[in-house]
């Protein structure tokens, strides 16, 4: 394996190993034999979201906007810790099963002093470069389009998304959108952007005996296949290079996505469908003097009037 290459996957390692957040690659463990190392990261089912938008076709605009959401949710995250990704595109956004996207890829990112800090290494894909670093140098084709700034603009893109876009690729960075910026855009107002931040105890055990419920489900599992606290314990300093702690994140990511799942079910049952609602708030509906409650059609529960004279009777029928 040569330098540079050591280099990239030391950093890809140290930062999939710093950060956590529902949208970015977990690394489990990583494996290291004589001629290789491998890692053992998260699996995204989807594939790359290049892949699938090359075979399916442009994405509708509503469910475009969930996956943007989504990466800007990781790429806020990163800049929080001071990483920078430096070649975030549809290559390195991976789709998930649960209908979550992963940013992955994190060989070309590095972590930097603060956010004030000037990079001048030139890395990434040059056609997703931003104009300024192609600058100091001659080129032509796309990195010659991308100086001057000139892209035609999309077909079939609302007026808010199109803002967006053109925000995002100003030529100067004074002028672009920063991410907060964009996180405020008209085009992401009302989309819920996924929580800044991840489980404390996913990458390492938790030190005292005050275990969150995941955590102490993990740890129970564990048990049963023969891992004892103490080894959690003696290991949890290795971090990714230890088959113990790379165990102990796979049984947590398990219990976490359970538990994701579980919401996700409940989310979706507490919401109902309008009809059934309706036909819940019929079933506690009072019947007034001189009505009786019945089945009518497919309108669930109604009252309906006996006439004068007659007492209240409410029956279902």
């Known amino acids: 394996m040569s330098p540079k290459t050591q280099r990239m996957l030391n950093r890809e390692i140290n930062a999939m190993d710093t950060l956590r957040h529902p949208n970015i690659i977990r690394l489990y463990e990583v494996i290291e034999t004589l001629g ?17 938008i090359t075979s399916e076709g442009q994405l509708p605009e509503p469910k475009a906007k969930k996956v943007f959401a989504q990466v800007v949710a990781a790429v806020q995250h990163m800049h929080r810790h ?25 060989g070309f990112s590095t972590h930097v002093q ?7 290494t030139f890395c990434g894909s040059p056609p997703y470069a931003a104009p300024e670093l192609f600058q100091d140098s001659s080129y032509t084709g796309p990195q010659e ?45 009302g989309e819920a952007l996924p929580y800044i931040g991840g489980e404390p105890f996913w990458s390492s055990p938790t030190k005292s005996d005050n275990y969150p419920e995941i955590e102490a489900k993990a740890r129970n599992r564990l048990e049963e296949l023969g891992v004892k606290p103490s080894m959690l314990s003696e290991h949890a300093s290795n971090g990714s290079r230890s088959q113990i702690i790379g165990v102990y994140r796979i049984v947590v990511q398990m219990f976490l ?5 579980e919401e996700a ?51 279902i029928l």
């Open 82 to 106: 001071n990483f920078i990704h430096r070649d975030i595109k549809a290559e390195n956004v991976f789709l998930a099963s649960n209908g979550n996207v992963k940013v992955g890829d994190l």
């Open 145 to 189: 389009r991308i100086l001057d700034g000139s892209y035609p603009d999309p077909e079939g893109v609302s007026k808010p998304c199109l803002e967006l876009i053109r925000g995002m690729l100003e030529k100067s960075p004074k002028d672009r959108l920063s991410l907060e910026a964009v996180r405020g855009s008209r085009w992401l107002g």
């Open 36 to 52: 290789r190392i491998h890692l053992v990261v998260e699996y995204a089912s989807g594939g790359e979201l290049f892949a699938h």
């Open 114 to 120: 603060s956010k004030d800090c000037r990079l001048t």
């Open 265 to 315: 079910a409940a989310r979706e049952r507490d919401a109902g469908k309008p009809e059934e609602k309706e036909v819940e708030k019929k079933k506690g509906q009072k019947c007034s003097s001189g009505q009786f409650k019945t089945k009518w059609g497919s309108g669930g529960m109604n009252c309906v009037s006996m006439g004068s004279g007659h007492s209240k009777t409410c029956t």
């Open 257 to 261: 996505r359970k538990a994701e799942e």
